[in-house]
């Protein structure tokens, strides 16, 4: 059941087309779940099922990490998280700094899901001196001016940017001064950075009117039907 080649070419991990990339989280969710179930095998059609796509697509992405699975039995579970977890970096944490400790920062702090995938919050900091000291999820925020020490003292890899808008841009290039080269932006605004750091942009108002045109394109049909 295990694939051609136990270890992917490191070529073929830096290629992989972006949406396969932007597959790879949702498989490797699913695949965590099945092995937290005791499942060890997995067919492409239900690795489809758990990610929402079809299974010509989950074979297709799995093709690029070389694995195949057998025909009549699918794939290892076991492996694929292994495999998926190494490509996405999960085997190796990578301490996040939070920017902004407003409602959004609280609640991000809060979140499991960034440790169990990895993602540990290590530190938290904002521009408030009245919350400056105070502890969320058991971190104290430190002050915005203390990140650079912050960041180099907990070897914090990832930036979130959960300040008003504006103040997005001024956290964004605050991080990229402390050296923070791969950034998570929540901020309801458009920020840049430079070339070399990767920036991904969480915009829940946008996400919520685009639910708000296929509602509206609902509604419009039921009341001409």
């Known amino acids: 059941m295990a694939p051609a080649s136990d270890t992917p070419d490191a070529d073929v991990e830096t290629s992989l087309p972006e949406a396969t990339v932007a597959r790879l989280p949702v498989y490797f969710r699913g695949l965590v779940e099945l092995a937290d179930e005791g499942t060890t095998t997995v067919s492409s059609q239900q690795l489809a099922e758990l990610a929402g796509v ?27 998280v292994q495999q998926i977890g190494r490509i996405l970096g999960s085997a190796d944490p990578a301490p996040v700094v939070i920017v902004g400790a407003g409602n959004l920062g609280k609640a991000l ?14 530190a938290i900091v904002d521009a408030d001196p009245a919350v400056v000291g105070r502890k969320v999820a058991g971190i104290a925020v430190r002050h915005v001016d203390d990140l650079r020490t912050v960041v180099r003292d907990e070897g914090c890899l990832v930036g979130i940017v959960a300040t008003p808008a504006t103040a997005a841009q001024e956290a964004v290039d605050r991080l990229v001064d402390a050296g923070v080269r791969s950034i998570l932006n929540f901020a309801p605004t458009i920020v840049i950075a430079p070339d070399d750091v990767g920036l991904r942009k969480v915009d829940l108002a946008t996400e919520l009117h685009i639910l708000g045109y296929y509602e509206h394109q609902r509604g419009a049909t039921r009341a001409t039907g």
């Open 109 to 122: 702090s809060r979140y499991g899901g960034f440790g169990a995938s990895g993602f540990p919050v290590a």
């Open 54 to 80: 079809n299974a010509a697509k989950v074979r297709k992405d799995l093709s690029y990490l070389g694995s195949y699975g057998t025909r009549g039995v699918g794939y290892e579970v076991g492996f694929l």
